[in-house]
């Protein structure tokens, strides 16, 4: 089987989750004897290259603007890549690359799944042209798709508002490998940034609205007098939000017990993770968090909101999930906080959870079913 995976960028720094979830399926189809093929846009105005890394083929497009990730393309290229998979796998939405081979794939008559990851309502900023994107091609791509990808029970009725019949929808949440989480060195990362020996909450992603880490700074200052001795730090790169927070946080004054230490990778993550007395989401809107499993393979238990679409944590006694307001997070940190033998049974229950349920292995399998499927019913 040949499979082209689609997505904007593999950068971890701007791309995220879609760009960890595009890496590791990649990875691991070709790790099942897939030949796989990703098709990406480089950070920078280089020329396309094709690399080779852990058996994947990697095309990257180089790219004119990094605000909209438009690339500078050949529609022969792509239509040849497209032409030499058996399937294509489409991940995110807003973007021109995922037109580009949308429009490919039909006049081939490809057959190909997306999996938007989250992204299909409406939000934040660009509205106006997120809706032009929708009216020329967006719903296009996600109606005519021969199956939907929902990596969470809250983008169900995503796609259903796209038009999407259910029998199209299936569910393959995101996963972990844990031979990734097992090395960091959590002296070093304390004295890195200045955290000493306090304990501390994460708040582990971008700096920007959707994520809510306005929300948590905001709980965390009105509930100083019963977190006295705890710090907060806020590990990922600024998605427009960390002046705002810079100058949120001036006005608590509460001290120097906030740390902003940018996006974090390799060992640092590890020890970050490992040091946490707690994993904070406070996202106004989420599809299934990646950064959960992480917490949960490294032992930690997490506070998360409502919207995050992963409410099983607090089922299986991994975590709290609480409103997303400031109100309700400052009750859910005070709740989870008071209780240090409570919060190592919830690290516990959701690292068992996680390495019983969220593998890497585990959600290729279903998207080589899928994918089986697909192809049988064309044949």
């Known amino acids: ?51 080779v890394i852990g058996g994947v083929r990697i095309v990257s497009l180089p790219c004119w603007s990094r605000r909209y990730y438009i690339p500078r393309f050949s529609c022969q290229n ?34 190909y799944v997306v999996c938007p990851a989250g992204a299909l309502p409406l939000y934040g900023r660009s509205q106006l042209l997120k809706k032009l994107y929708n009216f020329f091609v967006g719903r296009n791509i996600i109606r005519n798709a021969d199956a939907c990808i929902a990596i969470a029970s809250n983008e169900m009725s995503h796609f259903k ?13 995101n996963g972990i490998n844990g031979d990734d989480f097992k090395s960091g060195d959590e002296n070093a990362f304390r004295s890195k940034y200045n955290i000493g020996s306090h304990p501390f ?22 509930a100083r007098e019963g977190l006295a001795d705890y710090h907060l ?19 608590f004054s509460s001290g120097n017990k906030v740390h902003f230490v940018g996006y974090l990778g390799g060992p640092d993550k590890i020890a970050a993770y490992k040091e946490a007395e707690v994993l904070v989401i406070p996202s106004r809107q989420e599809a299934m968090s990646i950064v959960v499993l992480e917490a949960g393979i490294s032992g ?11 409410n099983d944590i607090a089922a299986v006694n991994g975590g709290v999930v609480v409103p997303a307001s400031v109100q309700g997070i400052q009750k859910g940190l005070v709740e989870i906080l008071k209780d240090a033998e409570k919060r190592r049974s919830m690290g516990r229950s959701l690292k068992k959870y ?26």
């Open 1 to 51: 089987m040949r499979v082209l995976n689609v997505n904007m960028t593999l950068d971890p720094v701007s791309g995220g989750g879609t760009a960890e979830r595009t890496f590791q399926i990649s990875r691991s189809l070709a790790e099942t004897g897939v030949e796989c093929t990703v098709l990406t846009i480089s950070s920078g105005p280089i020329p396309a290259h094709k690399i």
């Open 78 to 111: 792509i239509e040849e890549l497209v032409n030499d998979a058996d399937i294509i796998h489409v991940m995110g939405h807003w973007t021109l690359i995922n037109a580009l081979v949308y429009y490919a794939a039909r006049r081939l008559k490809k057959p």
């Open 161 to 173: 508002n796209y038009g999407v019949d259910a029998d199209k929808i299936h569910f393959i949440p």
């Open 201 to 222: 909450i994460l708040f582990m992603g971008r700096l920007n609205h959707i994520k809510g880490p306005d929300l948590l700074l905001r709980a965390f200052c009105e």
């Open 233 to 251: 730090v806020f590990a990922g790169p600024d998605g427009g939000m960390r002046a705002e927070l810079d100058n949120l946080y001036k006005q």
């Open 300 to 310: 930690k238990p997490v506070l998360i909101t409502d919207r995050c679409g992963f």
């Open 354 to 379: 996680v390495e019983n349920n969220f593998t890497w292995k585990i959600a290729v399998e279903k998207y080589l079913q899928v994918y089986r499927m697909i192809l049988e019913r064309g044949t």
